[in-house]
Nanobody
Framework: QVQFVESGGGLVQPGGSLKLSCAAS????????MGWYRQAPGKQRELVATITNSGMTNYPDSVKGRFTISRDNAKNTVYVQMNSLKPEDTAVYYC?????????WGQGTQVTVSS
């Protein structure tokens, strides 16, 4: 079983910044990839950022240049620094990790961008 501790969500004004963190623990085994998805009300879950165990990153165009993902392999922790936030970034953000055989999801943290 895998447990996650997500933190860093909250309310921020447009143009502001937040940093989310997600620490995984438990029977993880080897982690290949970690990352973040988000889901806004009435919309499908969408990719935010991913990072492999070798440090390769991937971002969709909607956040490229504004979000930066990083990872501490020793702590099984993934971060995402979110800058220049927009109201359309409002969503529940979910971290995940991919072992060699399975994907595990965090419980989600709310990010609200509003004036």
């Amino acid at each position: 079983q895998v447990q996650f501790v997500e933190s860093g969500g909250g309310l921020v004004q447009p143009g502001g910044s937040l940093k989310l963190s997600c620490a995984a623990s438990g029977s993880i085994g080897s982690i290949y990839r970690m990352g973040w998805y988000r889901q806004a009300p009435g919309k499908q879950r969408e990719l935010v950022a991913t990072i492999t165990n070798s440090g390769m990153t991937n971002y969709p165009d909607s956040v490229k240049g504004r979000f930066t993902i990083s990872r501490d392999n020793a702590k099984n922790t993934v971060y995402v620094q979110m800058n220049s936030l927009k109201p359309e970034d409002t969503a529940v953000y979910y971290c995940y990790l991919d072992s060699l055989t399975q994907r595990y999801w965090g419980q989600g943290t709310q990010v609200t961008v509003s004036s």
